[in-house]
Structures are given as C-alpha cells and as structure tokens.
C-alpha cells in the first residue's frame, strides 16, 4: 500500500509542477508593450501588481489563433514553475482581451511569473518570467 501511495503522490507532483528553467532566454518586464510574440499569440503589458501576500497578474492579446489554454506559472526560485490558474480559450481572436489572475499565496519575497499556452494540437509554448518583490 505505501508503495502505491508513492506512486500516486509523485505523479500528482510531476503533473502541478513542469516547467524547469536552467537559465532563461530572456526574462520579461512589467509594462513592456509586447511581452511575448510568437506565430500563435501576442501578449501585451504584462504587468505584476503585488500587494501584502498576494499579487494580480494582467496581460492583453493583440490576438489568439489555435490556442486551447493559457496558464498562469509561478515558481519562487525562478528554476521550477508550477501552473496556478488556467483559462480554457475557444476560438480564434483578432481583436484584445483582457486577462487577469490572482495569485492570493505568494509565499515567497520574490516572485517569478511565466505563461504557458497550450495550442489545439496539445503543444505547449512558453513566455519569459516576470519577477516581482512581494510585500
């Protein structure tokens, strides 16, 4: 039985937790125009506003084509990122929206935040992280 429970407890942790970062590309910047582009999405002003124990994360699309799912990633050593939200996307958009996540456990003094898009062939994409002192 505790063998099983091991396995059941490692593959709930590998599922939360996918994203590992040994040095990244690039790291994003709050209030950029354009905070990711690739052929699939554009996100726009990438902001972190941190608050005491918490902080909201808002982003705009300039567009969305094939995309499934945009997950909020956040990790407080900027080398595990771990999927905190998600949004499920129907259809195609070539006009702005809006986004926006709150993550109420900020556990650490700083914080790092990436998104990872999922397109509808079950790819994933990922965006430079945005680091933030949280209160």
Do not use: H
């Not at 949004?87 to 996540?101: A, L």
């Amino acid at each position: 039985m505790k063998k099983l429970l091991l396995i059941i407890v490692t593959g709930i942790s590998l599922v939360s937790c996918t994203k590992n970062v040994a040095k990244p590309s690039s790291t994003g910047a709050a209030n950029q125009n354009v905070f990711y582009r690739d052929a699939d999405i554009v996100v726009e002003n990438m902001v972190a506003v941190p608050s005491t124990g918490a902080v909201t994360i808002n982003f705009s699309t300039a567009f969305e084509n094939n995309i499934s799912r945009i997950e909020l990633m956040s990790s407080t050593s900027a080398t595990t990122f771990c999927t905190t939200q998600f949004v499920d996307v129907t259809g195609n958009s070539f006009s702005k929206k809006n986004y926006s996540f709150s993550d109420n456990n900020a556990t650490g003094s700083t914080m790092y935040y990436m998104l990872r898009f999922k397109d509808n062939n079950g790819n994933w994409s990922y965006s430079p992280y945005l680091t933030v002192k949280v209160d």
